[in-house]
């Protein structure tokens, strides 16, 4: 079976900038809340692909694109990345952009993962369909 991860795109904060006593930044750190379970499912003989969006930059319409050519049966997309954990987005808009565009495209299950489901998972599901 194809499992397909993906690493949402966000949008870059200010570069150096103190708000409210955090300084942000534009590092983009690689998404180990993905690579972990991707390599156990590899391990146990899935095919799977991670779609990072974030490091790469890639448009919603490009990352619909390689996910219709790796032809998966389960979609799995984070909320926030494992750095972000103690400190997640706020949102999860662009996690429910990529999942609708996902099942209006390909015929697979879509599973969000991140620190909002885990915490609030009746919110998660009440903000979109598109999560199985």
Request: positive net charge.
């Amino acid at each position: 079976m194809n499992v397909l991860f993906i690493n949402v795109k966000r949008p870059l904060g200010p570069v150096n900038k103190v708000k409210k006593g955090v300084v942000l930044n534009n590092s983009i750190s690689i998404p180990q809340d993905l690579l972990y379970p991707a390599t156990i499912l590899q391990k146990n003989k899935f095919k799977v692909k991670i779609i990072d969006a974030n490091t790469k930059r890639l448009s919603d319409g490009e990352v619909v694109l390689r996910a219709k050519r790796f032809k998966p049966k389960l979609v799995i997309v984070n909320t926030t990345q494992m750095d972000r954990w103690q400190c997640p987005f706020l949102t999860i808009n662009e996690t429910i952009a990529i999942a609708e565009k996902i099942t209006a495209e390909i015929s697979a299950k879509v599973v969000v993962i991140g620190p909002h489901g885990s915490v609030t998972p009746e919110w998660v599901l009440e903000k979109s369909n598109a999560f199985d």
